[in-house]
C-alpha cells in the first residue's frame, strides 16, 4: 500500500524558507515518481513541482521556479521541497503523492497513485 506522509510546514514570515518532506513506504521508491501539491483556501489543488528518481525528470510550476528546489533521498525514501523567498501566496495545504510519471502533464492532471494524505500546513504572513 502507498503511504506519504508529509512534514515540515509552519508559518513563516515573507521572504523566509521551510523544508518540507515526504517519506514514503509501501512501494518501490526507486520505480516511481514523488510529486508535490498544495490546495490554498477556496483554491482548487495544483502541481508544484514533482521528481522522477527513475529517470531524473525534473518539473516546477512557473510560480515557483527559481524558489523552490526538490530532491530525493533514495536511502531514506524521502523527498524533500525547500521552498525559499516565500510569498503570502504560497500559503496552502501542502501534500506529497506517488505518480507514474514527472512530467507537467501529469501533474496538471493530478495524477497520482494512491491516495492524498493529510498534508503539511504552511501560512506566510506578510
Known amino acids: 500500500e502507498v503511504q506519504l506522509v508529509e512534514s515540515g510546514g509552519g508559518l513563516v514570515q515573507a521572504g523566509g524558507s521551510l523544508r518540507l518532506s515526504c517519506a514514503a513506504s509501501?512501494?518501490?521508491?526507486?520505480?516511481?515518481?514523488i510529486g508535490w501539491f498544495r490546495r490554498a483556501p477556496g483554491k482548487e489543488r495544483e502541481g508544484v513541482s514533482c521528481?522522477?528518481?527513475?529517470?531524473?525528470?525534473?518539473y516546477y510550476a512557473d510560480s515557483v521556479k527559481g524558489r523552490f528546489s526538490i530532491s530525493s533521498d533514495n536511502a531514506k525514501n524521502t523527498v524533500y521541497l525547500q521552498m525559499r523567498s516565500l510569498k503570502p501566496e504560497d500559503t496552502a495545504l501542502y501534500y506529497c503523492?506517488?505518480?507514474?510519471?514527472?512530467?507537467?502533464?501529469?501533474?496538471?492532471?493530478?495524477?497520482?497513485?494512491?491516495?492524498w494524505g493529510q498534508g503539511t500546513q504552511v501560512i506566510v504572513s506578510s
Open positions: 521528481i522522477s528518481s527513475s529517470d531524473g525528470g525534473l
Open positions: 503523492a506517488a505518480m507514474r510519471t514527472c512530467s507537467p502533464a501529469a501533474v496538471g492532471r493530478r495524477l497520482i497513485v494512491g491516495s
Open positions: 509501501g512501494f518501490n521508491f526507486d520505480e516511481y515518481t
